[in-house]
């Protein structure tokens, strides 16, 4: 099997969409949206994209990498084992990082593909009704997304986390089903 670097993202971030919405292992989740995005990140630079994570960087303290917060702590804790190989060593992965670092490659992705898998585009929906305070005010097509995740999923921004995700599943279940959207030219192809 050859596996270009877009299909292997690609590959990652539709996993891990779908066992975030699954209720899945978040350190998988984590993982596999983290490696999605470091190569999507590349990919959109090459490319000249004005991505998410660009935008993200010119708003960092002075000194400080986007990559360093998406590998530390956890990433590297995840993978390496060199710098502390206790066993019993450990590290706090918060639900709100993964739901991030999933966030930021979806939204990457979707940027330098002009489109993106069904799973993508729930998930940069779900993420932006259930956080509607990270959409910049000032972004007039940041504020159409949000009137069109407002419109997915109301009143989702006030529900329990595990409410939050049944929600985001049940609208993955239905778009999988959905002909018309599977047939938009902006839909790529899932697993």
């Known amino acids: 099997m050859r596996v270009t670097k877009i299909d292997a993202a690609r590959r990652q971030l539709i996993t891990a969409i779908r066992l975030f919405f699954d209720g899945g292992d978040p350190v998988s989740v984590y993982s596999l949206a983290s490696n999605a995005w470091e190569v999507i990140d590349v990919l959109c630079a090459c490319a000249g994209i004005d991505s998410f994570s660009k935008q993200a960087r010119e708003n960092l303290p002075a000194g400080h990498t986007l990559k360093h917060y998406v590998n530390e702590p956890c990433r590297n804790f995840f993978k390496h084992a060199a710098h502390d190989p206790s066993p019993d060593s450990s590290i706090e992965l918060l639900e709100a990082n993964v739901s ?4 930021l490659a979806v939204e990457d992705y979707i940027r330098l593909r002009q489109g993106g ?44 986390e595990s409410d939050q995700i049944a929600i985001g599943r049940k609208m993955l279940e239905a778009a999988r089903q959905d002909s018309d959207l599977a047939a938009d030219p902006k839909t790529e192809p899932s697993l």
């Open 100 to 103: 991030a670092i999933l966030f």
């Open 117 to 160: 898998p069904v799973e993508a585009q729930v998930f940069q929906l779900w993420f932006i009704a259930v956080f509607p305070e990270k959409v910049s005010k000032d972004d007039p097509v940041a504020q159409s997304k949000l009137d069109s995740a407002k419109l997915a999923f109301p009143g989702i921004a006030t529900l329990a």
